[in-house]
């Protein structure tokens, strides 16, 4: 399942569409700066700005941009010229209308992702506007789980990942690797969290060293206080600072002293998707 947050640069990046994009919120609104709808030719909507009258009008406000050839920069909600439009939530809106985006940027922007390398596109802001308007939204790639370990929590995890569009990859101890050795192939990018899931704590120690060594921007272990003190003083003993240690995470998981598999799963898929909406370039 594709990334919401790259659904309408990838339809319009792919069939004629306009593309309306978020330049500024005044107030609150329940979507970010940056969120962007595309709008097909035959009126399709790919995207998400909450509000379904908004993207109704704005489905409107794009077929009069194509037909005039203009892109339009429109504000709705508080401080609107349209007094017959409001926005439940009392904030003003400033959304950017290209009908025509450079479908070649668009697929270089699409291209990176797909390689997992952060992107950003241009927008169309006219220069005289609101310098605080955004002007370049940048796209980070999807979050991806790499899961290693064996048992029912790994399960429930793959599961739960699957089921809410989450890449994963369950690596599974004592058939994929042996004992002290590394899943072939296997690797972790600023936008990749590591769950290391074992009862059995030797299996931890070499794959603990391959991801402090990675970028990955989260580390999960499950242990017990005991299991996590060894696991802290082998680390240290074997070289590893303060600085690498404070990557791991453990206990994993939001919900203290998650015991049933389908619980830790939540617990750590929670947890994890929370970190990874921290990295988003447009909060």
Known sequence: MMSSDHA???????APAALCTIIGIDGSFSRRCGAQLAIGRDGTLVGDMADNCLQNELAGQAKISARDGIIKLLRYGKGSPFIDFRLPCGSGLDIL???APQMQHLSKCVADLDAR????LSLAVPAADDRHFLRMRRYIPRLRLIV??????CEALQRQAKATGVEVEWHVAGQHFSLNTVPTGISADPWTAVLLLFHD????????AWALHT???YIGCQGGA????RRLESLRANGWDDTALVRINSPVG???????PEVLALSILSEVVGAYEALHPHP
């Open 254 to 260: 939001l919900v203290p002293r998650a015991r049933a």
């Open 215 to 217: 970028s990955a921007f």
């Open 117 to 120: 390398r952060a992107t950003a």
């Open 8 to 14: 309408a640069l990838v339809y319009a990046a792919n």
């Open 97 to 99: 209308i290209d009908p």
């Open 226 to 229: 005991q299991a996590r003190a």
């Open 201 to 208: 704590h030797e299996w931890e120690h070499r794959l603990l």
């Open 148 to 153: 290693v370990g064996t048992g029912a929590e």
